[in-house]
């Protein structure tokens, strides 16, 4: 039988999501879609019983049911509905707020009003509610199915924030089965009187809601002013992607650089959009995150770039023979220098549009004859394989000091 506890997020078998497996997209109608829901009490039959007259079982051993709580944007509220073990699965086990109690019920009621009143707090499906994808599919005029790709928020709740605490009375009748001695009703140790703006009633709405079913928002002002100051001043981040749980080697280089673009809000989590410099791409963190160090944009590419085009007044432009001597020099040097890891390559792609890639591992391939193309070859750290770029279509290359 499944074991369940207090605060799990579940849902009814009927859902697109599995146990750790929220990466479904979903499609057709959105009023199909099942809530994910926490489980706020949990009742466990603890032997098994016959009817006298009959025989038929009444009721076995290790089934039971859960209460689980779940939020609607239609109603724009919190409900509450019992559900058998066989009917459920579950979908997360994320920590909520849990404590130990010490002492009396006075003390420590007035510890955890003094930890926790005032303070915002999410309930805990609002996490993997914010990240379900709606798939649309289209047809166009050629007949090919084409994905478009929305957020399904049907189920998202909206931040809270405490302002009262009820602790679980421990003398709660039918706790205990009378002739075992086991547990067989699971409550919540306590729970919280939540206040949220209730926008179909356009009021403040309150309610109770168990602790392990909420995860508590950490306050990240500190952090949203230190990013703004940094984007003013054209501030870059050196990231470290072997610190996520997820990183392979194979499709990230270990460290990048990023360059700040915006903070986003949403439902009471901050996260910041940046550009990863070295696989030239957009990537999303989530405020606050770590970052390995802060390098300013003249740091970051200094003054080490091809061409470098000192003019004076009564300077000549070079010809095109000089710029690709100066060019195979450029490359040759930085290949030697150990400090020297990357370079960025501005060019025109066969769209004839300017695009930048990043290179490591590079040399010149210099051509055959005079006609011939030279071409610098390299490890491209977006595509992930080697890559050659030829002279002609290459604008500029600046060297990025990251070593």
Not at 350 to 365: L, T
Request: positive net charge.
């Amino acid at each position: 039988m499944p074991s369940y506890r207090v605060g799990d997020v579940v849902s009814t078998k009927t859902h697109p999501y599995f146990k750790d497996i929220v990466n479904v997209n979903i499609a057709g109608d959105p009023v199909n879609v099942i809530p994910l829901m926490v489980i706020t009490e949990i009742y466990r039959e603890t032997r098994t019983v016959y009817n006298e007259e009959t025989g038929e079982e009444i009721t076995r051993k290790g089934t039971g049911k859960c209460k689980c709580m779940w939020f609607s944007l239609k109603t724009n509220s919190f409900s509450e509905a019992w559900f058998d073990f066989e009917k459920l699965k579950s979908i997360e086990d994320r920590d909520g707020i849990v404590f130990k109690k010490n002492g009396s019920d006075f003390e420590f009621k007035k510890y955890i009003l003094k930890r926790y009143l005032n303070k915002p707090v999410l309930f805990k499906t609002s996490f993997l509610e914010l990240r379900k994808i709606k798939e649309t599919r289209i047809h166009n005029h050629t007949g090919n199915k084409i994905s478009d790709y929305t957020s399904l928020l049907n189920f998202v709740a909206p931040p809270l924030h405490i302002i009262d605490v009820k602790i679980t009375d421990d003398k709660v009748s039918g706790k205990f089965d009378s002739k075992t001695g086991t547990f067989k009703k699971y409550l919540p140790q306590l729970s919280f009187k939540c206040r949220f703006y209730n926008a179909s009633a356009d009021k403040w709405s309150e309610l109770f809601i168990p602790s392990d079913a909420l995860v508590e928002l950490e306050d990240v002002g500190s952090y949203v002013e230190t990013i703004e100051s940094d984007r003013k001043k054209r501030k870059f981040y050196i990231y470290d992607y072997t610190q996520e749980v997820d990183y392979d080697s194979s499709r990230k280089e270990p460290i990048t650089i990023l360059e700040i673009d915006s903070i986003t809000y949403l439902n009471g989590l901050y996260s910041l959009k940046t550009f990863d410099i070295i696989h030239q791409e957009w990537k999303i963190l989530d405020i606050p995150f770590e970052m390995k160090d802060v390098i300013s944009k003249e740091n970051l590419y200094g003054k080490n770039t091809y061409p470098d085009f000192a003019f004076r007044k009564g300077s000549k432009a070079p010809d095109a023979d000089k710029l690709l001597t100066e060019f195979v020099d450029f490359v040759s040097l930085n290949e030697k220098r150990k400090k020297t890891k990357y370079l960025l390559i501005n060019y025109i792609n066969k769209s004839d549009k300017i695009e930048q890639r990043v290179v490591r591992d590079f040399f010149i391939v210099p051509g055959v004859t005079k006609k011939a193309s030279t071409y610098i070859h390299g490890f491209c750290c977006k595509k992930r394989e080697e890559r050659s770029f030829n002279f002609n279509n290459i604008r500029s290359v600046k060297v990025i000091a990251l070593a």
